[in-house]
């Protein structure tokens, strides 16, 4: 039986409230951002909503233990490369993963480190380690008093925001990646990524209240990104075999738990504002790119190129969007080797101003 469209399910439900890293082999040490490095940016915008600045954790390289944390202020357009190295007199560590903010806090994950790096948002000062050994962690979702981290051995680690202390754990499936919050439950996507050839094709379902496994949902194998929207449905990208499976974007109902849409677009990862999805793909072989805006309620691509200015992204690597006030924050990872850049458009795909971050920018947040 066909299932809903989004539209269908706006008009008869309710509204709910709720990789392994590419990287290169070679460094170029003389361009590392491992100084630190404050400057003026000289094309900053004139009004960035509410936000004071955006935090950018570069991931650097590989083994290399040159994970950086760059800040960008918007009222004075100035940018410190590794605020972390500055305000902590240490660096962040090996291959930063993810940065997200809950409450006052910033969490930072460190993947080889085996850590998360808990600072104070309003300046980047450390407030805890939390060591994870053995565990790999990837990516941190938060939920009431909790914060949720998916771990390459196959578990989801239970952070109590108040103590910072791990107060639980649970196995998922075979190298957990993405991890998202919808209907009280929490979803984590089994890439299976160390497997190569033989990828896990599952997203793990917790019940909250209990953080107990209730289902494994099958999708396209290797999935990735998982993210919810406003309406509790749950988006996948799902990185195939990157061969003969290409990359897919599909959409599970958190009422059901079921996939009900693949979209059949080769999505690498997307950003969701409101009733907008704002999607990219990148061909590592053929360096072949496209940022695509699609209407999640109705379900249609409303937006082939997303960019109106000639701007030119040679490598897609991470996405995100203001809340305040609707601008598309795009990292250009510039082939993996030498500092990338940021690059700010407003929600209609022209470029406002753009700055210099460290190696292999992979995750913002706001600074409101």
């Known amino acids: 039986m066909k299932s809903k469209s989004k539209m269908e399910k706006r008009k008869n439900t309710p509204k709910r409230h709720l990789i392994v890293n590419l990287i290169a082999l070679v460094a170029i040490n003389s361009l590392l951002s491992g100084c630190d490095r404050t400057k003026p940016v000289e094309n900053k915008p004139v009004d960035n909503g509410a936000a004071k600045g955006v935090y950018v954790l570069n991931e650097g390289l590989f083994d290399m233990n040159n994970s950086t944390i760059t800040y960008y202020e918007f009222e004075s357009g100035e940018i410190t490369k590794d605020i972390f190295l500055t305000v902590n007199g240490r660096g962040l560590g090996d291959t930063g993963n993810d940065l997200q903010i809950y ?14 790096e808990v600072m104070n948002i309003t300046d980047c000062k450390s407030i805890k380690r939390i060591p994870l050994p053995g565990k790999q962690p990837r990516k941190i979702v938060f939920a009431g008093s909790k914060a949720y981290v998916s771990c390459f051995d196959g578990s ?23 991890i ?49 929207d406003g309406e509790g449905d749950i988006y996948v990208v799902s990185r195939g075999n990157y061969s003969s499976v290409p990359y897919q974007f599909q ?25 907008y999805a704002y999607l990219y793909s990148y061909n590592f072989s053929t360096e072949e790119s496209w940022i695509k805006v699609m209407n999640i309620i109705t379900e249609e691509i409303i937006n082939e190129n997303f960019i109106t200015d000639q701007t030119d992204i040679k490598t897609p690597y991470a996405i995100a969007v203001n809340s305040n006030n609707g601008d598309v924050y795009i990292a250009d990872n510039s082939q993996f080797t030498v500092s990338g850049d940021i690059y700010c458009f407003d929600k209609y795909g022209k470029r406002k101003f753009d700055f210099e971050v460290g190696l292999n920018p992979t995750a913002f947040v706001f600074k409101y």
């Open 180 to 228: 998202a919050v919808a209907n009280n439950k929490l979803y984590v996507a089994n890439s299976g990524g160390l497997d190569n050839p033989n990828y896990d094709n599952t997203i793990s379902v917790f019940d909250l209240s209990t953080f107990t496994l209730i289902k494994n949902i099958e999708v396209v194998i290797n999935p990735y990104i998982i993210k919810a």
């Open 156 to 178: 989801v680690a239970r952070i109590d925001t108040a103590t910072l202390e791990i107060d639980a754990t649970a196995n998922a499936g075979r190298n957990p990646e993405g």
């Open 251 to 275: 959409r599970i109902d958190s009422q059901t738990d079921e996939v009900v849409h693949n979209y059949q677009l080769p999505v690498l990862n997307f950003a969701i504002h409101g009733q």
């Open 103 to 116: 409450g006052s806090k910033m969490y930072a994950v460190v993947n080889v480190s085996e850590q998360i």
